[in-house]
């Protein structure tokens, strides 16, 4: 199962990691990694590459996380809730490849 955690503070998400293998097919052919993979590196990209946001990024086997902190920033907020979104929609049509969590930080 691929678990993806949210860590949120004073209610605004701060950064994720995403970790695992959702097991739904074998690896290179997984339909839900390929989506989540897509969703997250993505999100990861327009963090530091095109909006140029400083972050905190580890890739780590099969874990990923971004972490940033950089209260009251709108586009931010906006590119973390997309994600958050995306990965919701994933985790409700295949709930036992994907699992979203979120940490008070």
């Known amino acids: 199962m691929t ?3 949210f860590f949120k503070k004073n209610g ?9 293998h959702s097991g739904y097919s074998e690896k ?3 339909i839900v990694c390929a989506s989540v993979s897509s969703a ?5 990209n327009m963090i530091t590459e095109i909006f140029k ?3 905190e990024v580890s890739v780590v086997d099969d874990t990923i996380s971004l972490n940033t902190d950089i209260p009251c920033d709108r586009v ?3 590119l973390y ?3 958050e979104m995306q990965l919701l929609e994933i985790a ?3 709930k036992k490849n994907l699992k979203v969590k979120f940490t008070e930080v």
Request: proline share 0%; net charge negative; no cysteine.
């Open 40 to 44: 997250v590196m993505m999100t990861a």
């Open 92 to 94: 409700a049509e295949f």
């Open 53 to 55: 946001y400083q972050a």
């Open 28 to 30: 290179g052919g997984d």
């Open 81 to 83: 809730s997309g994600l």
């Open 76 to 78: 931010l907020q906006g």
């Open 3 to 5: 678990i993806a955690e």
């Open 12 to 20: 605004e998400i701060t950064g994720f990691k995403v970790k695992g």
